[in-house]
């Protein structure tokens, strides 16, 4: 069922935990929107929203509620306040963080905080919770309102790194919820096997985190090469993205040492916790030359600085289940932007490496598989331009043009579903 069309659309929340919202959530609303839905955008700690990649921002507003001092974001104000988020306050905070998670039933309490004040609301026609944190309010709402709930898990959140305990609380959370969606959708099919054999449920649909080009990215002119004073007969080998622990950063950085075709340069383009310690790195191993850093750049100019690049790197590491079975965002930014990628060796990155041969996985581990692997590409000027004409077919396919469709229609079905069985029993919550 799509909306009425009259002057009050049908209106849809969307819940999420993320401050930063991210592209998934985006492109959602936008495909709603157009479709003649009114969305309101719900964070417990506020949202921020960051432009499409072609500068546009999806009109959705946030929930009337999401302005309010809810009790969620006092409960967390009053924490982090007392507490501090730097030093020994910040191994406090994580400690008694710990310690509480262990617990589904506080999980399940923390991350419902804000349930009194989205009743006050007004009522929504359909519920779309993104992530587990979210889950158990968006299933208490649409047993509240008596509508839909479609839940978009963005990843297997238990298999995160986390303690054990951790980890079974989440997941006896998600047990207890994901039963109660009206459609489950995820990022790939190896979480969606996961996800479906953990909670026995079925199906779980699989819409990808793709997304499109700008128009006319193409033929514009790039930013890279310029901004940090590059010539275009230097070889780029681009990481883009934060700068955190847990992605091999350092491997990527002592590869540079042992690569022997001297016009290649390793650019990262990102900030993050890692940044002064890879400097430090880079200057050790006089590396200055060769290795290379660029601020973040905002997301509507990130595909003329990605595009300037001869090839993309993700050296995630494989160290829980989550990652092991992960299809990073950075993958589809760089296939649509037109750039093969090097990339860890990971269940999902490999298939559509090889589905596509738009780029080959590499042992990130260690920084001499990383260069001998740049050096084999770039010592081969037909594989690299085979990989190009390659990554064409690919955004082609991995596309939101094409995925978006798909969600509309698991949406719609489960809109539908809804409201043609009007014997469902009602919705139970324990």
Not at 277 to 306: G, I, N, S
């Amino acid at each position: 069922m799509m909306p009425s069309g009259d002057r009050n659309p049908d209106k849809v929340l969307v819940l999420t935990a993320d401050h930063e919202v991210d592209r998934r959530i985006l492109q959602q609303i936008s495909l709603l929107e157009s479709a003649g839905w009114d969305v309101n955008l719900y964070s417990p700690l506020g949202s921020c929203v960051v432009p499409f990649a072609d500068g546009q921002v999806p009109a959705s507003r946030p929930s009337p509620r999401e302005a309010g001092n809810s009790l969620f974001r006092f409960t967390y104000r009053i924490f982090r306040g007392i507490l501090g988020d730097r030093g020994v306050a910040a191994v406090v905070k994580r400690c008694v963080w710990r310690l509480l998670s262990g617990s589904s039933r506080f999980l399940d309490r923390f991350h419902t905080l804000s349930l009194q004040e989205l009743k006050q609301a007004p009522r929504p026609q359909v519920i779309i919770a993104h992530d587990l944190p979210m889950l158990p309010m968006g299933a208490r709402l649409a047993e509240h309102f008596s509508c839909p709930l479609i839940y978009d898990s963005h990843e297997f959140f238990p298999g995160q790194i986390m303690p054990w305990w951790e980890s079974r609380a989440w997941k006896n959370l998600e047990k207890k919820y994901i039963g109660l969606a009206d459609a489950i959708i995820t990022v790939n099919a190896s979480i969606a096997e996961v996800i479906g054999h953990q909670y026995g449920v079925a199906p779980v649909h699989v819409v990808q985190n793709v997304v499109d080009a700008p128009p006319g990215l193409f033929s514009a002119e790039k930013m890279l090469r310029t901004s940090i004073g590059l010539g275009h007969e230097e070889r780029i080998v681009l990481y883009q993205g934060g700068l955190s622990a847990g992605r091999n950063l350092r491997a990527i950085v002592l590869a540079m040492k042992s690569v022997r075709n001297k016009s290649i340069r390793l650019v990262f383009l990102g900030d993050g916790e890692e940044f002064d310690d890879l400097k430090d790195l880079v200057r050790t191993e006089r590396l200055d030359q060769r290795v290379f850093f660029h601020p973040r750049v905002a997301q509507d100019y990130l595909p003329f600085y990605t595009s300037d690049a001869d090839i993309g790197i993700i050296p995630y590491v494989a160290n829980c289940l989550n990652n092991r079975l992960c299809t990073p965002n950075k993958l589809y930014e760089f296939l649509a932007f037109g750039i093969p990628v090097l990339g860890t060796d990971l269940v999902e990155v490999r298939r559509i490496l090889d589905t596509y041969e738009c780029g080959c996985v590499v042992d990130m581990a260690r920084p001499e598989s990383i260069g001998a692997a740049i050096d084999a590409v770039f010592s081969d000027p037909c594989v690299l331009d085979a990989w190009k004409r390659n990554v064409r077919v690919a955004r082609q396919e991995l596309s939101w043009q094409r995925e978006g469709v798909r969600w509309l229609e698991i949406f719609e079905s489960a809109v539908n579903k809804m409201n043609m069985r009007d014997d469902k029993p009602a919705r139970r919550v324990s």
